[in-house]
């Protein structure tokens, strides 16, 4: 994508943006691959709300062991929230746990692109 861009600054809330292809992007990579990956219903709302103010479509990109899985958020059905406790921020110094709105997005809803 000849015009992506990165976000400015490392807490924005998005990884990348491109104009050309209407993309507002979040970017994860994960060291274990599950057939379900996570998604904080904060991260969603964020996400699809400022690509819909921006006239993009927002896309949650995962990298695992086994590949790396695309989700066209506003394609995704059925969501089921729940709450779980997870740690505040994912910097491993920091171990401690909050109530977090999640959803598990099965791989078999996105798109595998290697």
Known sequence: MP?????????????CVTQEFKMFIELKSRNTHYD???LE???YDFLVGKANELGL???????TPDGVW???LSDVENLVWEEKWLPVTT???NKSKIMKEVTFLPTTAGYKIK
């Open 3 to 15: 015009d992506l861009e990165h976000s400015e600054n490392e807490y924005d809330g998005f990884d």
């Open 70 to 72: 695309s989700f066209l």
């Open 57 to 63: 479509k927002a896309w949650y990109i995962n990298s």
């Open 36 to 38: 379900t990956l996570l």
């Open 91 to 93: 910097e491993f110094a």
């Open 41 to 43: 219903k904060k991260k």
